[in-house]
């Protein structure tokens, strides 16, 4: 693994396009990267996710650009501070990840990377229900104590390999992610993370996270990789 210290990085914050209004976000880009990985925020949260943001650094050095994106606009996530209106609305956020995922094509430094999505609680149904969406351009998705049964009946049509990280003592939400896998289709695989919860703020649990979503990433966003079969 190349070191911090040595990894050049180039962090561009970018406005996404949408509807007349905007997603405020930041690009990184680490010299070389083999892919871009796109983050999905849980309810009530925003690109700001402390826990996002540690993953994204350690995607980073695996040489993996990130993006990490708000997918509400300035007077959404204004609103939805008091109303909660849009946070669970996850057709609506999917259809923001599918746009963003439309831009990075059209942007000189993504054009032609594979993209992987990386959803958190809630962000990780919309993240597959985007990836069913583009099931040519998403190449991968981690779900980290997400709610991949929010995807509903786009489940069943999810192609891309699928890594779900879930808290050991994070129960309802295993097995929600349990009767997801039920669901699906395409390769689907449950890590649980011994004596974690469900923010995984325990001593190492955001550790494992971002090393087993650094290898599922690694490993299935390199070019003319072939997605495994179920």
Not at 150 to 170: C, E, F, K, W, Y
């Amino acid at each position: 693994m190349v070191t911090e210290q040595r990894l050049q990085i180039a962090k561009t914050p970018v406005r996404v396009p949408v509807g007349g209004r905007s997603l405020d976000g930041e690009l990184t880009t680490p010299v070389d990267a083999h892919g871009v990985v796109v983050f999905a925020h849980g309810s009530g949260s925003s690109r700001q996710s402390p826990r996002n943001q540690f993953v994204a650094r350690a995607l980073e050095r695996r040489r993996l650009a990130t993006v990490l994106i708000d997918l509400l606009t300035a007077d959404e996530e204004a609103v939805d501070v008091h109303t909660a209106q849009y946070r669970f609305d996850i057709p609506m956020l999917a259809s923001r990840l599918v746009t963003i995922i439309d831009w990075i094509g059209g942007r000189k430094e993504t054009t032609g990377l594979p993209i992987g999505l990386f959803g958190a609680s809630t962000g990780g149904g919309a993240a597959l229900m985007a990836a069913a969406e583009r099931p040519q351009d998403v190449g991968a998705v981690v779900s980290r104590g997400g709610r991949p049964d929010l995807a509903g009946r786009a489940l069943n049509t999810v192609s891309a390999p699928t890594l779900l990280i879930v808290g050991g003592l994070d129960t309802p939400v295993i097995q929600m992610n349990r009767d997801a896998m039920r669901q699906m289709h395409g390769f689907v695989q449950l890590e649980v993370v011994p004596g974690a919860t469900h923010l995984f703020e325990e001593p190492g649990a955001l550790e494992q996270v971002a090393e087993l979503a650094g290898k599922w990433f690694a490993r299935y966003l390199q070019a003319g990789v072939t997605k495994p079969h179920p």
